[in-house]
């Protein structure tokens, strides 16, 4: 299932229980950014540099104001990749969004 980004709006990036596969120990320190990508390729917005919060949990906000998707076709095929680098090590995993206008 597609992940929501919200054109019009901030949305929050969390990222739960981040772990090193190697020995399972969760992942406090080092730099976990984030990175949305249109449906061609193309980068949208400034990559969000996320913030640790609690044992292995992290977030981010993509700024609706940095994300110019006011205009943009509401559409699957958004993703948004995350880049993890600690302990020496780099990892990457993407996720898959549809960019949405929230209704009230």
Not at 43 to 57: E, I, L, N, Q
Not at 59 to 65: D, E, H, I, R
Not at 67 to 91: E, H, K, Q
Request: aromatic share 6%; charged share 20%; net charge negative.
């Amino acid at each position: 299932m597609a992940k929501a980004v919200y054109s019009e709006n901030d949305n929050l990036i969390k990222i739960f229980g981040l772990q090193d596969e190697a020995d399972g120990s969760a992942i406090s320190s080092g730099t976990v950014s984030a990175q949305l990508y249109d449906p061609d390729g193309a980068t949208v917005g400034s990559p969000v540099t996320m913030a640790h919060v609690s044992d292995g949990d992290w977030q981010g906000t993509l700024p609706a104001s940095d994300l110019g998707l006011s205009a943009a076709p509401l559409d699957l095929g958004y993703r948004c990749l995350i880049s993890v680098s600690a302990g020496g090590r780099t990892a990457r995993f993407t996720l898959e969004c549809e960019v949405m206008l929230r209704r009230a």
